[in-house]
């Protein structure tokens, strides 16, 4: 009996192929041939496996089986070729979303990012001297401004910020944890490995829902460190006890120890006015004595993933100094976009013009206005056996930031009769271009308006016409 691999094309007569001759047009040869060997051996260990298993099958014609490998390289190439990182419109309730990139930008951010990533900048050159500077300096001195801290740093995110602060100041010391603030979060974001691999000796107090200032006080030394962490994307609720900022900031200073509060996500507003709480601005952590404080730059601050650092001279500059900084650092792109970030605070004397601070601004009524606008448009796509309502619904921040609590939205709900159409629908829409990423809840598509731009509308309801076409 003849190989089973011998049925198959050899490579250059696979290669010869009108449609991958035209394929090598768009994509360098070497990569054409590599993805054409890839998915003969494919073949080849397919064939190999059916045999071994002794089955036998309907055999695929020649031109059949040329055509169909033909098909799959070109399918593998185009795939390839779609940018990676596809537009999505967020229709999911959540308004920081970690798997859809977190906060958007502002317009004045993404057109400096452009910017500067067409031309050549003075990154780390002071051109009146035309001496070396800090690349980081004009953040510095907005931190500095925006938040009271007597000094700043940036480094490339809110993890990164965290771990240089403890390595730096804490390695072979002690750094002192409540256990309830041994935080875990998405990925494999673990606060104890985080801080195991500082070198830091990690010292647990109280615990999971009780520790006080006394859990501390038996433990604090002079010379060791005392790290708080917000809780961020979890709340503690019931019989709980937690030291705060001011007790600590002055037992650390009876005990010339070091106090380290991670924010998470950070602030340099009062969301207050959104009726939001348990994230206090950063300005507000350091007035109450912690003397370096790290958060995010993604999430409530609107900006580009970074990890910010404000507190005292001495230690940022001991932050600064450190030998794997270099390795934390941010690029000139998030730098321009974290500054004009920062320059839509220090510019506004309310509410600054960002992404986030807009959504959570616009009023419900709005809100069931905008439903009202997409249901109208679907009128003449939904089929009749599909009905579509508008529901109160709830929003919430995401990101890790004000867990438990939501904000009041509107949502467009769409249900087929069948309970396998909401699965079908947001499936569809996933794999559109753009994709939509909605909310599926009783056997329903919720498309939720408060995270959605209203500019965005449109689009949403173009990507429910071609799904319904589709499905004919």
Not at 346 to 360: F, K
């Amino acid at each position: 009996m003849s190989h089973p691999a011998r049925i198959l094309p050899p490579l250059n007569e696979l290669l010869d192929r009108r449609k991958l001759r035209g394929l090598t047009k768009r994509l360098r040869r070497d990569i054409v041939v590599t993805l054409c060997r890839e998915l003969l051996q494919e073949e080849r260990d397919a064939l190999a496996a059916r045999s071994a298993r002794a089955r036998s099958g309907a055999a695929e014609t020649r031109p059949a089986l040329y055509q169909r490998l033909e098909a799959e390289v070109l399918a593998r190439a185009e795939a390839l070729l779609r940018p990676r990182l596809r537009s999505v419109l967020n229709a999911s309730g959540v308004l920081l979303h970690t798997n859809l990139g977190r906060a958007r930008l502002c317009d004045a951010a993404a057109l400096e990012l452009a910017r500067v990533a067409r031309e050549t900048v003075a990154l780390e050159i002071d051109l009146e001297s035309g001496q070396r500077h800090k690349r980081h300096a004009r953040i510095e001195r907005w931190l500095q401004l925006l938040t009271g801290a007597e000094a700043g740093l940036v480094v490339n995110n809110g993890a990164a910020a965290l771990w240089l602060c403890v390595e730096a100041l804490a390695r072979r010391r002690r750094a002192i944890i409540s256990r309830g603030e041994l935080v875990a979060i998405g990925g494999s974001f673990r606060m104890p490995e985080l801080l195991r691999s500082t070198g830091a000796k990690i010292v647990e107090v109280g615990t999971t829902n009780r520790t006080n200032l006394k859990d501390y006080a038996r433990e604090l030394r002079e010379g060791d460190l005392i790290l708080k962490v917000h809780p961020s994307n979890y709340r503690v609720e019931g019989f709980t006890e937690a030291a705060d900022l001011p007790e600590l900031a002055q037992l650390c200073a009876a005990r010339r120890a070091s106090l380290i509060f991670d924010a998470g996500s950070g602030s340099l507003y009062n969301f207050g006015k959104f009726k939001l709480s348990g994230e206090a601005p950063v300005r507000e952590s350091l007035r109450q004595g912690a003397h370096l404080v790290s958060f995010s730059g993604d999430k409530l601050l609107g900006g580009p993933q970074a990890g910010l650092i404000v507190g005292r001279t001495a230690l940022v500059d001991k932050l600064a100094r450190h030998p794997l900084q270099r390795a934390l650092r941010c690029d000139k792109l998030n730098l321009a976009a974290l500054e004009a970030t920062l320059l839509a605070y220090a510019t506004a004397e309310g509410r600054p013009d960002l992404p986030l601070m807009n959504s959570l601004a616009t009023t419900v009524a709005q809100l069931r206005r905008r439903a009202a606008q997409l249901k109208d448009r679907l009128l003449q796509v939904i089929p009749e056996s599909w009905e579509m309502e508008v529901r109160r619904s709830s929003a919430a921040i995401g990101g890790g930031s004000f867990a438990g609590e939501t904000v009041p939205s509107v949502a467009l709900v769409l249900r087929g009769r069948d309970g396998r159409d909401a699965e079908w629908l947001a499936r569809s829409l996933r794999r559109g271009v753009p994709a939509v990423l909605a909310r599926i809840a009783d056997e329903s598509v919720h498309l939720d308006l408060r995270s959605l731009a209203e500019s965005e509308l449109m689009a949403v309801g173009d990507a429910i016409r071609r799904a319904f076409d589709e499905r004919g």
